[in-house]
């Protein structure tokens, strides 16, 4: 993106050197924009959305971003104090308190190892304020880490244009599976840089709506304590859980890395970064947390201060940048999960809708037969990716929005170059015909 007044004006020199490199790039949210103006089917929004009756008996049919009830009766019930106050540092200690025993929760095969090697979770303005302090926390400008080809594009804003850090990446899919061996390689080819490697992964992943297999999970802990005793190095994961729990297939990994990794060796560190967007499907909450796992043989007495004093380095952060997060969407969140089941109930229903439109969408995407167009798997999350071929990605966009109303993310970049389907904000009814617009703007185009 040029600046060409900033330039013109003589004010580009008085910026920074990361003021002078940051920009929006013309990616989600200005085809998000486009989608909301002039399609007819908007496939681009990743939020869960729908007529609420899909949701909630009684419901209207007008189309709603979708919610759990109680959150929304809730609202009536907060104190004054939980409306006007500041929150602590490190977040209100009821949610925190809730936020834990979620996680132990939804982990709960790995419970026991948890309790003494997690971190209490410290709370941050969302999952992309986690990513940046993570990022801040452990990274140097210049420095290299690795994650995968398709990512998430805040990613970028946050690792490079904002802090100057350099990302190796690895292809997500081999043969159709996790690419475990890539991964593993990527690692290993940055380890001569520092004292540490570093691993962002995202599962499942935006934009491709992928989990691995329960199997593939256990190779990747296997490969990640490779890279620590061949390196020699301090290995830290950091783990984007935002679409934990949002899981279509039985044979797929149900929940987080996070309890599989923790503890698994002695130089290995796991962050855990996650939030209420989506898991409490409360979007403009703004809650996300920070959540460590500790490595493998720390003696019991010295990891509780060790944990302490990680939280103490993200309040500290968090104190120099945003301060606290706001109080009554953390008051809200504590309340909603302290009624568990009944949360999950409501949310199941969320969860039930999205499965059927996945389930719509994966029929019509195997009947798709194109040599232009290669769907790529998907099991997971709010979101299904094309590859395209000969095509570019934004020209295939236009012309879809243009000619058949029908709005898609184009994803470009090294090694990338496809749509994402955003099937969270797509009714079931009409994702058939979003699959038959792709096929004929392929043919369009491939004239």
């Known amino acids: 993106m040029e600046f060409k007044a900033l330039e013109k004006s003589g004010l580009w020199e ?29 496939a681009t929004l990743g939020t869960a959305r729908g007529p609420e009756k899909e949701i909630i008996a009684h419901g209207r049919d007008e189309a709603v971003t979708f919610y759990l009830p109680r959150l929304r009766n809730y609202f009536r019930e907060l104190e004054p104090d939980d409306i006007v106050a500041y929150a602590p540092l490190a977040g209100l200690p009821q949610f925190r308190a809730a936020w834990r025993e979620w996680t132990l929760y939804k982990l709960s095969a790995d419970a026991d190892k948890l309790a003494s090697l997690m971190s209490q979770p410290v709370v941050v303005p969302g999952i992309s304020a986690a990513l940046f302090v993570a990022a801040r926390l452990f990274l140097d400008e210049g420095e290299k880490f690795v994650t995968t080809d398709l990512r998430w594009e805040n990613a970028d804003n946050i ?18 599976k996790f690419n475990t061996q890539g991964m593993k390689e990527a690692l290993l080819s940055i380890s001569g840089q520092g004292e540490k490697v570093l691993l962002l992964l995202n599962l499942p992943n935006n934009p491709a709506g992928f989990s691995p297999l329960e199997s593939e999970a256990q190779q990747i802990k296997k490969a990640l304590a490779e890279v620590a005793e061949k390196s020699g190095k301090w290995v830290v994961v950091l783990l984007d859980d935002a679409y934990e729990g949002y899981v279509y ?65 993200v309040a500290a952060l968090a104190r120099s940048t945003f301060s606290s997060t706001p109080r009554a969407p953390q008051a809200l969140a504590a309340r909603v999960l302290e009624a568990r089941e009944d949360f999950l109930k409501e949310r199941q229903a969320v969860i039930e809708v999205l ?9 019509h995407l195997q009947h798709l037969k194109s ?77």
């Not at 499965?355 to 029929?363: A, W």
């Not at 295939?396 to 993310?409: C, D, M, Q, S």
């Open 249 to 313: 297939e039985e044979a797929c990994l149900r929940s987080s890395l996070f309890g599989l990794l923790t503890g698994t060796h002695p130089r290995l560190l796991v962050a855990k970064l996650d939030g209420a967007s989506k898991e409490l499907l409360f979007y403009g909450g703004r809650v996300g947390a920070v959540t460590f796992g500790l490595p493998q043989g720390l003696a019991e007495e010295i990891a509780p201060a060790v944990n302490s004093e990680l939280e103490a380095k």
């Open 355 to 363: 499965k059927g439109r996945y389930l719509t969408l994966k029929e």
């Open 371 to 447: 040599s232009t167009l290669r769907p790529l798997p998907f099991n997971s999350g709010f979101f299904a990716f094309l590859n395209l071929q000969g095509i570019r990605a934004s020209d295939f966009a236009e012309h879809l929005i243009t000619k058949y109303k029908v709005a898609v993310i184009p994803w470009e970049g090294p090694g990338v170059n496809g749509i994402r389907i955003a099937f969270c904000a797509v009714e079931a009814e009409s994702l058939p015909k979003v699959v038959e617009c792709i096929s004929e703007a392929a043919d369009d185009l491939s004239r």
């Open 159 to 176: 690792f490079c244009r904002h802090l100057g850090t350099q990302i190796v990446p690895f292809a997500l899919f081999e043969r159709g």
């Open 14 to 42: 008085a910026l920074s050197a990361v003021g002078k490199r940051c920009y929006l790039p013309p990616g989600i949210l200005s085809w998000s924009a486009r989608g909301r103006e002039e399609a007819e089917i908007n």
